[in-house]
């Protein structure tokens, strides 16, 4: 996925290989923890350290900051430590979301 899309890692690139099971896209904390599952990779505009919180919490395959946003040193550092990569997109979130999607990627999950 991050060879393909062409997404600039910042942290933890040894856990690139982590299972992706589908994709969640959004910026209210509180929507991302209710809605996303296991596996998931998350797109959002956020590059603060809640997020990394989020993605152990929620046991994320990885977050995707878009619009070519950088973590915070921060949020970086803490994401390494807690093995979360972070990746970035040069791409607007709709864009990155559609590629991905056209990767085969998911936003369902199952019921």
Request: with cysteine; charged share 20%; aromatic share 4%.
């Amino acid at each position: 996925m991050a060879q393909r899309l062409e997404l600039e890692v910042k942290a933890a690139a040894e856990h690139l290989d982590a299972e992706v099971t589908g994709g969640y896209a959004g910026d209210l904390l509180s929507s991302v923890i209710a809605n996303a599952r296991a596996g998931n990779v998350w797109v959002t505009w956020h590059a603060h350290p809640n997020i990394v919180a989020v993605a152990l919490l929620t046991k994320l395959a990885a977050v995707v900051l878009v619009a070519g946003r950088a973590p915070e040193d921060e949020t970086a550092q803490k994401a390494q430590e807690e093995g979360i990569p972070i990746l970035v997109s040069k791409l607007p979130a709709f864009e990155l979301v559609g590629r991905l999607h056209g990767m085969g990627i998911s936003g369902l999950h199952p019921c």
